[in-house]
């Protein structure tokens, strides 16, 4: 290996894209080579010397890594390039999150474009660390599922929920969540002043690879009830967690079990009890803050936020990079 | 009576009374005689040709009806003084919305400063019609009991809840919901892209109040699991509810069931099914709007919007009002 | 005449088309036939109980006026199909605000499409209502005219400015005021926290339109410097106007004059001296709101604020129409 | 000296303060010893091992320098005791920054608390850097004259302005410049969907600074018209400059006059001809960003940001502690 990895980001001029160009720019053993953009090519790459390059422009011959903030399906076929000619692959996309071209399917409403590519290494590295170490191609969580997971991935392990009782998870995302592409959606008089309630019911695509991950680390989980809301900001994402625990647990013995569980995590911050999480606790941070309320004996409200652009996108991208290269696993991000 | 009802604002420089000027100013059968402000007083009260007065400067005597929108404890205390001197009062603070001393005790830690005051009408029209026609006195809810009980009242005259599941009401509101007084906690720059759980647990004023009326209507109800959060919006509130049904209903059943029991009501509106209520539906309006959404057989999702200070607070005491004085219910409100 | 003027709006689904919708819908001379959209045909128009229809679907038999809130262009071949139908109109758009084909082509970069059409009496009825009255066609003119314009009329109309020095227009719009059509220069994420000049130097079309109007009623005014910025808001208009006075007048007279001269002016108000007008006076209103600010004897700092979808669109075209067809000019808008 | 230099903060809590503690915990050169505060004593400081402590109860004596963020009068005397004990002192406060007791009292509208402290160097370094190397104690400049100052500086030194004309500041700042002390000024729900004019006139303090610091460098220059605004954002300072040149230069030669002049200036960018200076541009950088709009021969449009609480305040402060010591001026800030 070169003294430097040599990083390039494919989607370098959306959201998720313009952070993770921001993150590599200054991280410490990374040499970012170049950024794509369809749209932008040739204009500069903002807080670089760069320019955007067309997709289509780049050799990966020197190329160590590359970082897929793409659409879903046009990633995949990149990851498959990537992966032909031996680069590591750190993929933003839901392309290689879901374990099976069938479940993929079923979120997706098309079929997965390569299925022999699945599955691969989910990189959550604070629930699935030593899968994401030295992997060579791995798929990073979109926001939701990271801030929920995290949120209640010390109930799972420890198997404290009540079997019966549905997991209600209220999420909140600011807008760059839904992409830098222009709609009516993401109008800026549609949406200020406003809070909308969008993919309800069993419809948002993430509830599928909420599910699917949960239930890697425990079966004893009721159903995942999870409605997002379009928050009238830019940046960040609060799931407001409504648990029913069983016998095991008490609600106030809660905080102790996620305070000692996240007590090596640097990027996991479990605030003391009494204090709430707010959004402005992860914004431009590249961690997920957490906060625990008891309410009843059996029943707790779990806040959990995080910069949906960072550990929800780019810092839990590069996150996954330092784990595959063998670098510290923060390295870069604190 | 007079050819039009006289009318007085006790606290009208504050946000809920700011709104009730302006309807009360424009009501076919009111006119406004005078509104009143301590910290304001002499400066001229918006969109009207009035000054503000001092609450000591008033005589009643020529007045029919007194609304007031004041710190609770003050509020009791003109309530007392309307009430002898042979006035209606439409009280807007949570004075009279409490059945019992203790009960107020309960939730506003120090004893109700006239107990003999109680108990009174709950002024939510839509649940308590029979009881607000003609009354002397009436205590208009509070923004998220409002809301919040008009999203669960058609499960619980059906009583189609699971007892044993808790109702979660996720709730998030404007900022003038926390009052024109300034303080840390509403300053711009610590509200501003920022989204605030605050007074979680059981800790809200409000929680004991929905508690108490949910219960007068069905005790088939588990427990009530309320969580606020402080909304970087001026106005406008949202209760999205969690919701777990009992055999007696199916959840795909619950849209009909709730479009037949608001049909009448002019002042809530039921979305088409597969609509989702946003914050803009009701803010500005005199409307609770709410929308439906089945996620699993025995499980929904509810949204019940109001703009907190209208039909969460002036236009709730409008329509009281007109109850009260035997006028048509929607009377300078549609 | 029937009872009622029978009123279409064609582009009712664009922000100023709804507000006209709004405005129309109320307003006790008007029964509203149509409202047309390319793009929400079908789909239910808000706040009524009308459809949106396409554009080619409708017949104007028995249609007394027409709005065009279309884009520029295709509102002159509209008007020129109304005109020819026999039916009054109000165009929204640029198309019949410029005088002369050669003026619009400098302005617009493009020939006008109907040079047969020009020129046509400019609505801004405050200054020129004698040639509104009773008109077959009028041309609404542009937010930042009308809000500028009435800034600085009059001082144009007593010659009041040094013709040596600039006029300095420093705007700020609401995002309503780049219209309804989704691009990044709207989208949600770039537009939050954020101030934007645009169109700087002399390259906003509207700065043609300010002077030709500007000169017609006096040619003693320096140079007409305006610069817009995209402010972080949905609606609403400032104009900061800084001019330099002649010796004909003193600034602290400005304030007299201003009074006076819009004293019968329903919709334009003069704040008190030593108020400013902020946004807030004149959004959602259907008013121009000034203040005067005197800072030398011979400068001056004026403040008029506008609603860019009301008095700077929609309402002014209400209030050309009520003149148009003799009617009270204020009806229906306060 | 020590290996570090010990550093504390006086008004940590503020926002101002609250960014100078952030800036300076990572200074790779400063240690911070304390942060006070009178509301907040006792609790963490944000992003800090540290607490709070009572201004009282600070010893000076390992102390190398203090950085004041107090009210002004307060600072002063802070000042003088720093000076006693030989520590420096930057002052972010107005009381060192106006030359004499009497044009103090002009501003300030009461007496200079400590009189025998004035003059003292003015710590804007892109124009007075020689002042600043080395000096005890220096005054950091306010937001407003800083970034007005810096958009006419190169007019000044070459004296391009035309001393007829005035210079129009149209200045619009974020929510944070009014101090985190709660009033109904910056209540969320009066700030929220406003833009609002203020001191308007010559009545904003800062305009005297301008003034003063403006005619050290050169007295051919108009009068200064200067209008601040209230953004609806929390960070972000915005001035709007309208200048008329003499006959010494073209406007068309000032891009290249800025270009050169900041060319060696790491904290001030000018961006190229053509691009505009938006409020994103600087906010959450210690820049000062800068574009030229010619406009007319004789007349340009200069827009100049900066980050009110950044190159407005804190980083300003610690860009002259940066000095003071000897250090690279941009030690810590880039």
Redesign the interface.
């Known amino acids: 290996m070169k003294s430097k990895i040599c990083a390039g980001v494919y989607g370098g001029s959306g959201?998720a894209g313009l952070d993770l160009v921001e993150l590599l720019w200054r991280h410490p053993q990374i040499e970012l080579a170049f950024a794509t953009s369809n749209t932008y090519a040739g204009d500069s790459v903002p807080g670089t010397n760069l320019h955007y390059v067309s997709p289509d422009s780049v050799a990966l011959e020197n190329v160590d890594v590359i970082f897929l903030a793409l659409p879903h399906k046009a990633s995949a076929a990149m990851a498959k390039r990537g992966m032909d000619e031996g680069v590591k692959v750190v993929d933003l996309s839901a392309d290689l999150r879901i374990d099976t071209p069938e479940a993929y399917e079923r979120s997706y409403h098309s079929p997965h474009p390569h299925p022999e590519l699945l599955p691969r290494p989910y990189g959550l590295p604070e629930i699935n660390r030593e899968n994401v170490n030295g992997a060579d191609v791995v798929a990073t969580p979109g926001c939701y599922p990271t801030t929920a997971l995290l949120g209640i991935y010390p109930l799972l392990v420890t198997e404290a929920l009540c079997e019966d009782?549905?997991v209600?998870i209220?999420a909140?995302s600011?807008?760059?969540g839904a992409g830098?592409k222009?709609?009516?959606t993401?109008?800026?008089?549609?949406?200020?002043?406003?809070?909308?309630?969008?993919k309800?019911?069993?419809s948002h695509r993430h509830l599928g690879e909420i599910e699917q991950e949960a239930h890697k680390i425990s079966d004893r989980i009721g159903?995942i009830?999870f409605?997002p809301?379009l928050?009238?900001?830019?940046?960040?994402l609060?799931t407001?967690i409504?648990v029913?625990l069983n016998e095991g647990l008490e609600s106030d013995q809660m905080h102790d079990l996620y305070s000692e569980m996240y007590d090596d995590e640097a990027l996991v911050d479990v605030l003391p009890a009494g204090e709430?999480?707010?959004?402005?606790h992860a914004?431009?941070t590249n961690k997920c803050v957490i906060?625990i309320?008891?309410?009843?004996p059996r029943?707790a409200?779990i806040?959990s936020v995080t910069d949906n652009l960072r550990k929800g996108a780019a810092s839990q991208a590069v996150q996954n990079m330092n784990l595959m290269f063998g670098l510290k696993e923060t390295l870069g991000l604190i």
Chains 1, 2, 3, 4 share one sequence.
Request: glycine content about 6%; charged content about 15%; aromatic content about 8%.
């Open positions: 959201y009782s549905p209600i209220d909140k600011g807008v760059t830098r222009p709609s009516l993401t109008h800026f008089a549609e949406v200020y002043s406003n809070l909308i309630p969008y309800t019911g069993r159903p009830i409605c809301h928050l009238p900001v830019d940046r960040g609060m407001s409504y029913t709430q999480a707010t959004l402005r914004v431009k906060s309320t008891p309410v009843l029943h409200h806040t």
